[in-house]
């Protein structure tokens, strides 16, 4: 198979996932639904802001919503990740600990990977995808520094089955199992 017709593959599927993530965004409300993208290196990404809000400082000046980003990296070993996204820089140099709650079950505590100045961190493995695609809801949670607050994000995971499996269409690659 040619460049080209890799080319032409690849912009297809990707076509096909963007209708298909059209129909997930149609039934969603504003803010709170999936939002199919890409990301900086050649990654493809379904996001969704939180149901709540955090503010920047300790002035509730400026409240903004945390951005919860699922993220497909096709190529020869492709790879599922998960990325939350701040305005408000947290304190870490190596990991992060994140509680995690699926829905009304117990909190599980994980170590993220800071991210570029510390707006935001990450979680890279296909079980992290896959442990969403059967809940309703992710509540996220971790502490801003050693002297600072804890923050909170919570997300409604309403058609994350349909995101996950367009990406997983774009970027030709099989669903994350559980």
């Known amino acids: 198979m040619t460049t080209r017709a890799i080319a032409i593959l690849s912009h297809a599927a990707l076509a096909a996932a963007i209708c298909l993530f059209g129909a997930v965004q149609a039934?969603?409300?504003?803010?709170?639904?999936?939002r199919l993208g890409n990301g900086p290196n050649g990654q493809i990404t379904a996001s969704i802001f939180s149901l709540n809000t955090l503010s920047i400082?300790?002035?509730r000046v400026i409240d903004y919503h945390p951005v919860l980003t699922i993220a497909c990296h096709p190529g020869v070993a492709p790879r599922w990740s998960q990325l939350l996204q701040l305005k408000d820089p947290v304190s870490a140099s190596?990991?992060?600990n994140v509680s995690v709650r699926l829905d009304n079950g117990p909190a599980q505590d994980e170590q993220w990977t800071p991210g570029f100045?510390?707006?935001?961190?990450?979680?890279?493995?296909?079980?992290?995808?896959?442990?969403?695609?059967?809940?309703k809801r992710l509540r996220l949670s971790w502490r801003f520094g050693f002297l600072a607050g804890r923050g909170d994000a919570i997300f409604n995971l309403s058609g994350v089955k349909e995101a996950v499996a367009g990406l997983a269409g774009?970027?030709?690659v099989e669903m994350p199992l559980s």
């Open 57 to 59: 400082g300790s002035s």
């Open 117 to 135: 100045q510390g707006r935001g961190f990450s979680r890279d493995g296909n079980e992290g995808v896959a442990r969403l695609l059967q809940a």
């Open 27 to 34: 039934s969603g409300q504003g803010r709170h639904t999936w």
């Open 170 to 172: 774009a970027c030709g």
């Open 94 to 96: 190596s990991a992060i």
